[in-house]
């Protein structure tokens, strides 16, 4: 289900503690939060909710990591589709990028597993 609008439950930063080793067995890695624009719709969210692409070859190709330029879509198959057509895939890693229709398929089954 989408959850939008969701409430940030902002932790209460510590402060004033010195000379404590602690060692937080958290999972929050504490980076701040990134954010990155969908390329389709524009819409702006937290990077691991977003679905990441690099071309280095000159073809697009999904990768939550990797070094490099990386441009990112919601995981709706909308966005991606009109960034593809809008190219907004190449004009933002700055190349000519190759779109693979297959790479529909991603969000195509996202959707089926709700
Ligand atoms: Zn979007």
Do not use: I, W
Not at 45 to 54: P, T, Y
């Amino acid at each position: 289900m989408g959850n939008t609008g969701p409430e940030s439950t902002v932790p209460p930063a510590v402060s004033g503690v010195s000379g404590g080793r602690l060692r937080r067995a958290g999972g929050d890695a504490g980076q701040g939060r990134v954010v990155r624009t969908c390329a389709g719709c524009g819409r702006k969210a937290a990077k691991h909710e977003l679905v990441r692409f690099v071309a280095p070859n000159g073809v697009l190709a999904r990768s939550q990591k990797g070094a490099g330029r990386g441009v990112y879509t919601c995981t709706r198959l909308s966005c991606f589709e009109r960034a593809a057509s809008r190219r907004a895939f190449s004009r933002t890693l700055r190349r000519s990028v190759r779109v693979d229709p297959e790479l529909a398929r991603f969000y195509t089954e996202r959707d089926a597993n709700g």
